[in-house]
């Protein structure tokens, strides 16, 4: 459930514009390379969705450094010994 939430948390940080071409660009602000281009904004939504997710993925399985959303740290925490 909380990976859920963070992902529905990081979606409601999406920011869209109409290009000068009539198709659609959103990104996520904070979440470096998490971007979509579509001709409808319902498209470029579901492919920003699909990108954030993959892009969850492979940070996770890289242990690399994750954004805070809504209080949710998803950064695999380090083990001291």
Wanted: proline letters at 4%.
């Amino acid at each position: 459930m909380m990976l859920t939430k963070y992902l529905k948390q990081a979606m409601e940080l999406a920011t869209y514009e109409v290009l000068e071409d009539g198709t659609f660009y959103g990104e996520i602000p904070g979440f470096e390379g998490v971007y979509a281009n579509g001709t409808t904004l319902e498209s470029t939504k579901e492919q920003l969705q699909e990108v954030l997710e993959g892009w969850l993925i492979l940070g996770l399985r890289l242990q690399h450094q994750l954004p805070i959303v809504d209080g949710i740290n998803l950064t695999p925490q380090q083990k001291i010994a």
